[in-house]
C-alpha cells in the first residue's frame, strides 16, 4: 500500500484590505468568501490538513466555523500591505515544526480572492506534482485574455517601446496572433508545493513550475465590490461546476421538537391589505392551519410563531391556530438562543422555517433551516432545504408532512 503523503491546505486571509474592508468574511453569493477556499480543501481527497493563517481574530473563528483549523494567529510584521506570500507561509511551516513538530510533503496554497474554483482542482494538482518528482511547484493559469507581445511601455524619451520580442519575427506587435507564441495568466486558484521548495529553496515557485490549465470560465479575481457582485453569478451558471460550501446541506433531523415559523411570507403570502382606516390584514392558507393540527395531535412536537412584526393580525392568527408566539422580536438568533437555554431545548432538534434575510441569522442555532418557494434567493442559497410551495400557499403543510412523516419511520 503507497503510503499517503502530508498535504497542507494553507489559506492566507489577513484583516486588513485597504480596497475591501473585511474583504475575507464579505459575503459572496451567501457564504464568507473565505468559505470557498476551506471547502474546496475539505472536499479534497488528497488534502490531510486545512488551516487558515491570519491575524484576525474575527476571520480565525469564522474559518473554524466552516471546517478550518486556526492553530496560531499570524504575526502583525506578516500581514501588512506590503507583505509577499513568502514569508507567510515560511512563518506557517516554522511555527507548526517547532510547536507540533508536523512537517507536511507537499503545502497548497488557496487565495480566497479566487474562490470559484472546478471541483476536483486540488486532488488533480497535487497528483501531477506527486507524478514529476523534478517539479518544485504546480501553479493554475488560464489562457491570456491580452496577449503580452502585442503590449508596450514608454521609454524615458516619450517613445513607445515593444515589452516582448519574438525570435525570427521581427515586429512581433505587428503579427497575427496565431503566429506568436501561446501565453497564459497565473491565477490564485491553486499553487502546490514541495514543502522543501519553501524551506530550502526559500521560494514559493521553485525552479521548475509545471502549469495546470484551467477553464477560463473560471477566472475570478476579488479586487473591488463590483467584482464581489460579477463573480458571485458564476456560482450559479450551468456552464462551470464549482465548489459550493453551501451545497453540503444538513440532513433532516432524526429527532424533532420544536417547529418555529416566521410568519410573514411563511404563514401568509407575504402581502397585506390596508383600508381606508389603515387597518390591515393578511392571507394565510386554510391547508396550512390543518397541518398544524396534525401535528398537534401526533406528535410531542412544540409548534411556535417567531416574528419581526407587531401586529394583532399575528396574534389572531396564532389563537385561532391555538399555539405560542413571540413578537416584535428584532434579533431572531438571540431569542431562540434563549429559548434553547431557558427551556432546555436541543438545539439539533429545532426546526426553523423563515423567508427573508432577517431569517438567515437564526441558521446557525437550528438544526435544520427551511424555506418556502419563493423566499428570497440567498435564503434559497443558504436553506437545507426549498420547499416546492410558497409562503401562504402551502409551504407549512409540506413541511409538517415531512415531519409526520419522519416521525412515523
Same mark, same amino acid.
Given at each position: 500500500?503507497?503510503?499517503?503523503?502530508?498535504?497542507?491546505? =494553507?489559506?492566507?486571509?489577513?484583516?486588513?484590505?485597504?480596497?475591501?474592508?473585511?474583504?475575507?468574511?464579505? /459575503?459572496?453569493?451567501?457564504?464568507?468568501? !473565505?468559505? $470557498?477556499?476551506?471547502?474546496?480543501?475539505?472536499?479534497?481527497?488528497? @488534502?490531510?490538513?486545512?488551516? @487558515?493563517?491570519?491575524?484576525?481574530?474575527?476571520?480565525?473563528?469564522?474559518?473554524?466555523?466552516?471546517?478550518?483549523?486556526?492553530?496560531?494567529?499570524?504575526?502583525?510584521?506578516?500581514?501588512?500591505?506590503?507583505?509577499?506570500?513568502?514569508?507567510?507561509?515560511?512563518?506557517?511551516?516554522?511555527? +507548526?515544526?517547532?510547536?507540533?513538530? $508536523?512537517?507536511?510533503? !507537499?503545502?497548497?496554497? +488557496?487565495?480566497?480572492?479566487?474562490?470559484?474554483?472546478?471541483?476536483?482542482?486540488?486532488?488533480?494538482?497535487?497528483? #501531477?506534482?506527486?507524478?514529476?518528482?523534478?517539479?518544485?511547484?504546480?501553479?493554475?493559469?488560464?489562457?491570456?485574455?491580452?496577449?503580452?507581445?502585442?503590449?508596450?511601455?514608454?521609454?524615458?524619451?516619450?517613445? +513607445?517601446?515593444?515589452?516582448?520580442?519574438?525570435?525570427?519575427?521581427?515586429?512581433?506587435?505587428?503579427?497575427?496572433?496565431?503566429?506568436?507564441?501561446?501565453?497564459?495568466?497565473? %491565477?490564485?486558484?491553486?499553487?502546490?508545493?514541495?514543502?522543501?521548495?519553501?524551506?530550502?529553496?526559500?521560494?514559493?515557485?521553485?525552479?521548475?513550475?509545471?502549469?495546470?490549465? !484551467?477553464?477560463?470560465?473560471?477566472?475570478? /479575481?476579488? /479586487?473591488?465590490?463590483?467584482?464581489?457582485?460579477?463573480?458571485?453569478?458564476?456560482?450559479?451558471?450551468?456552464?462551470?461546476?464549482?465548489?459550493?460550501? =453551501?451545497?453540503?446541506?444538513?440532513?433532516?433531523?432524526?429527532? @424533532?421538537?420544536? +417547529?418555529?415559523?416566521?410568519?410573514?411570507?411563511?404563514? %401568509?403570502?407575504?402581502?397585506?391589505?390596508?383600508?381606508?382606516?389603515?387597518?390591515?390584514?393578511?392571507?394565510?392558507?386554510?391547508?396550512?392551519?390543518?397541518?398544524?393540527?396534525?401535528?398537534?395531535?401526533?406528535? %410531542?412536537?412544540?409548534?411556535?410563531?417567531?416574528?419581526?412584526?407587531?401586529?394583532?393580525?399575528?396574534?389572531?392568527?396564532?389563537?385561532?391556530?391555538? !399555539?405560542? @408566539?413571540?413578537?416584535?422580536?428584532?434579533?431572531? /438568533?438571540?431569542?431562540?438562543?434563549?429559548?434553547?437555554?431557558?427551556?432546555?431545548?436541543?438545539?439539533?432538534?429545532?426546526?426553523?422555517?423563515?423567508?427573508? =434575510?432577517?431569517?438567515?441569522?437564526?441558521?446557525?442555532?437550528?438544526?435544520?433551516?427551511?424555506?418556502?418557494?419563493?423566499?428570497?434567493? #440567498?435564503?434559497?442559497?443558504?436553506?437545507?432545504?426549498?420547499?416546492?410551495?410558497? *409562503?401562504?400557499? *402551502?409551504?407549512?403543510?409540506?413541511?409538517?408532512?415531512?415531519?409526520?412523516?419522519?416521525?412515523?419511520?
Amino acid at each position: 500500500m503507497v503510503e499517503r503523503p502530508e498535504v497542507l491546505a =494553507l489559506i492566507p486571509a489577513r484583516g486588513g484590505s485597504k480596497g475591501i474592508p473585511r474583504k475575507n468574511l464579505r /459575503d459572496f453569493a451567501g457564504a464568507p468568501l !473565505i468559505a $470557498y477556499s476551506i471547502a474546496a480543501a475539505l472536499q479534497s481527497e488528497m @488534502v490531510t490538513r486545512v488551516i @487558515v493563517s491570519t491575524d484576525d481574530a474575527e476571520i480565525a473563528e469564522v474559518a473554524r466555523a466552516w471546517g478550518a483549523e486556526t492553530p496560531f494567529l499570524r504575526p502583525a510584521e506578516f500581514a501588512q500591505d506590503n507583505t509577499t506570500d513568502f514569508p507567510v507561509f515560511g512563518h506557517a511551516l516554522q511555527w +507548526l515544526r517547532e510547536n507540533e513538530g $508536523y512537517q507536511p510533503e !507537499i503545502v497548497v496554497q +488557496l487565495r480566497p480572492t479566487s474562490p470559484v474554483r472546478p471541483i476536483g482542482l486540488l486532488d488533480e494538482a497535487i497528483r #501531477k506534482l506527486l507524478a514529476h518528482p523534478e517539479a518544485d511547484c504546480v501553479r493554475g493559469v488560464v489562457p491570456s485574455g491580452q496577449n503580452p507581445f502585442k503590449m508596450w511601455q514608454i521609454n524615458r524619451d516619450g517613445q +513607445l517601446e515593444p515589452i516582448l520580442m519574438v525570435a525570427g519575427l521581427r515586429e512581433p506587435y505587428n503579427a497575427p496572433r496565431q503566429d506568436l507564441p501561446d501565453t497564459y495568466w497565473q %491565477t490564485g486558484h491553486i499553487d502546490a508545493i514541495r514543502a522543501k521548495t519553501i524551506l530550502e529553496k526559500h521560494s514559493l515557485t521553485g525552479d521548475v513550475i509545471l502549469p495546470l490549465l !484551467i477553464d477560463p470560465l473560471y477566472t475570478v /479575481d476579488i /479586487d473591488t465590490v463590483e467584482d464581489f457582485h460579477n463573480s458571485a453569478r458564476l456560482i450559479g451558471d450551468p456552464r462551470i461546476e464549482a465548489v459550493d460550501p =453551501l451545497k453540503n446541506r444538513r440532513s433532516f433531523p432524526r429527532k @424533532v421538537s420544536y +417547529l418555529i415559523m416566521d410568519f410573514d411570507g411563511v404563514l %401568509t403570502d407575504d402581502k397585506v391589505y390596508t383600508d381606508q382606516d389603515g387597518h390591515e390584514s393578511v392571507r394565510s392558507s386554510r391547508s396550512d392551519g390543518f397541518a398544524i393540527g396534525l401535528l398537534k395531535e401526533n406528535t %410531542t412536537i412544540h409548534p411556535l410563531i417567531l416574528s419581526r412584526e407587531s401586529n394583532p393580525v399575528v396574534t389572531a392568527r396564532a389563537l385561532k391556530l391555538g !399555539i405560542e @408566539v413571540f413578537q416584535s422580536v428584532m434579533k431572531k /438568533d438571540l431569542a431562540i438562543q434563549g429559548l434553547i437555554k431557558d427551556r432546555k431545548l436541543n438545539a439539533a432538534e429545532i426546526i426553523y422555517i423563515g423567508n427573508d =434575510l432577517n431569517d438567515l441569522v437564526v441558521l446557525p442555532f437550528v438544526g435544520y433551516f427551511v424555506c418556502p418557494a419563493d423566499a428570497n434567493p #440567498k435564503v434559497i442559497r443558504q436553506a437545507d432545504l426549498v420547499l416546492n410551495h410558497a *409562503g401562504g400557499q *402551502g409551504a407549512v403543510r409540506e413541511l409538517i408532512e415531512l415531519i409526520l412523516d419522519q416521525v412515523s419511520h
